[in-house]
């Protein structure tokens, strides 16, 4: 079945640990994304990817990295530098330069103790 | 700048009324429209999208959504709602002169009574 995976479903960490969540997608797409979803924000856009070994910031990209060196794998890493990383994290994906809509994963609830 | 804006932080409606979410936007141009919903924690699925064309969208599960220039809006509307509907929705732009980017309201959280 094609879709996107994220792993792991629940993840915890301690304080001023870095973490690295994952995203694959086997649609053949080539952006992808990463969002942040906190209670009653919506979606806030922390990166995305419209081609590999390329990446742009979103609007609260500090404090996180990204890799974009495979067409299917496009890895989130949180850093200690996040001042509030607790939070659902969603990733997607979409055909890119096109008028389609993302295709998102199933997310990964980070909580950091 | 653009912006997605969803008055209704929380709305509860009973099983087998008839709903209606707002949505509305900024966008200079004619924008691409979507709305998704989710469930709790779980990723967001498309109801429909709108791009060009009629105005009125069909979607996925019995809704449907009304594209109008004149008020900045892109509603979403179900005739009667069954309790399966109870989830978030979240309407989308996507960002003008940029197919790769999106816009995202913060969401309306549906209850539904039996």
């Known amino acids: 079945d094609g879709g996107i995976t994220q792993s792991p479903k629940y993840l915890f960490r301690k304080e001023g640990q870095n973490v690295t969540l994952s995203c694959e997608q086997n649609?053949?797409?080539?952006?992808m994304y990463w969002y942040r979803q906190d209670p009653g924000q919506g979606l806030r856009l922390i990166y995305y990817?419209?081609?590999?070994?390329?990446?742009q910031k979103g609007d609260i990209a500090e404090g996180y990295s990204v890799s974009r060196e495979k067409k299917e794998s496009f890895p989130l890493t949180v850093t200690s530098a996040q001042k509030n990383p607790t939070a659902f994290y969603l990733c997607?994906?979409?055909?890119?330069?096109?008028?389609?809509?993302?295709?998102f994963g199933p997310g990964t609830r980070l909580t950091v103790l | 700048a653009q912006s997605v804006t969803q008055p209704d932080i929380h709305i509860t409606v009973s099983e087998g009324a008839s709903l209606e979410l707002r949505c509305n936007y900024s966008?200079?141009?004619?924008?691409?429209l979507f709305w998704y919903v989710q469930s709790p924690g779980q990723g967001l699925q498309l109801l429909l999208k709108?791009?060009?064309?009629?105005?009125l969208v069909q979607g996925i599960k019995g809704f449907e959504a009304e594209f109008k220039r004149s008020q900045s809006s892109f509603n979403l509307r179900k005739p009667s709602v069954h309790w399966s509907d109870a989830a978030e929705y979240f309407c989308?732009?996507?960002?003008?002169?940029?197919?790769?980017?999106?816009?995202f309201g913060s969401g309306t959280k549906l209850n539904v009574k039996p």
């Open positions: 997607a994906s979409k055909q890119a330069n096109s008028y389609n809509e993302q295709f």
């Open positions: 649609l053949n797409h080539d952006a």
């Open positions: 990817s419209q081609i590999v070994n390329d990446f």
């Open positions: 966008y200079g141009a004619t924008p691409y």
């Open positions: 709108y791009f060009s064309g009629d105005t």
């Open positions: 989308a732009v996507g960002a003008q002169g940029n197919f790769n980017k999106f816009y």
